[in-house]
């Protein structure tokens, strides 16, 4: 399928587990975002990336960490789960035009 | 610090009336704005955007303003649809190197037909 999909959909993971969340996009977009959306907090940024192997920090980077080995993946990875990381999660990437960002559907992930 | 900010978290309006979704922001570095229309279960979409050097952008039923010396902008739906009922989110592109977008905490429109 075109566009960004990302999985799962859905996650419940225990407090200490590294859990991984998947992002795929088929437009070869350079940059690649991540963000987790919380109640009162909008969208807020927590790694970016600008090509293969490049990748730096947002606004709430603690926790979590990236890769992108490949233009068309970029996963997020929670290396040992704590609570306040439940959330939903969105993979993005910017098209041609200098603002814009296409988001996929989200990951909502659980940490009991 | 919240750069942007969306103050009424949620918004009420009958259908066939005008909705207005408004945002502040603090930096004066910005130089891009957008709304995201984001449904349940699904990621936000592009709505419409607005330039620093402009005052006013219009896409059909919608339209955003830019109050520069307030530091503000709203957006306009004019009429509103039950169809219209979503969050927004307003967002701030600082024409950073990175090309982040800083986004407010969203306001929920309900449209009531």
């Known amino acids: 399928d075109a566009g960004i999909t990302q999985s799962p959909r859905y996650k419940i993971t225990e407090t200490g587990r590294q859990v991984t969340l998947m992002c795929h996009q088929t437009?070869?977009?350079?940059?690649m975002f991540w963000y987790r959306q919380d109640l009162g907090h909008g969208l807020r940024l927590i790694y970016y990336s600008a090509a293969a192997d490049i990748t730096d920090k947002g606004e709430v980077p603690d926790g979590y960490v990236v890769s992108r080995s490949k233009t068309e993946n970029f996963p997020l990875t929670l290396e040992s789960a704590t609570r306040s990381q439940t959330s939903v999660y969105f993979c993005a990437s910017k098209g041609q035009l200098p603002y814009e960002q296409y988001f996929g559907p989200g990951t909502r992930l659980t940490v009991t | 610090d919240q750069q942007v900010k969306q103050n009424s978290p949620s918004l009420s309006v009958q259908e066939g009336r005008i909705s207005i979704l408004n945002c502040d922001y603090t930096?004066?570095?910005?130089?891009?704005f957008l709304w995201y229309k984001k449904y349940p279960a699904e990621g936000p979409t592009f709505l419409i955007s607005?330039?620093?050097?402009?005052d006013k952008n219009e896409d059909g039923r919608f339209t955003v303003f830019l109050n520069k010396s307030a530091k503000h902008l709203s957006l306009h739906i004019v009429p509103s649809q039950p169809g219209d009922s979503a969050v927004y989110f307003c967002?701030?592109?600082?024409?950073?190197?990175?090309?982040?977008?800083?986004f407010g905490g969203g306001t929920r429109l309900m449209v009531k037909p």
């Open positions: 967002a701030a592109n600082g024409n950073n190197a990175g090309n982040m977008l800083t």
């Open positions: 930096n004066s570095m910005f130089d891009y």
């Open positions: 437009w070869s977009h350079s940059y």
């Open positions: 607005i330039s620093s050097i402009k």
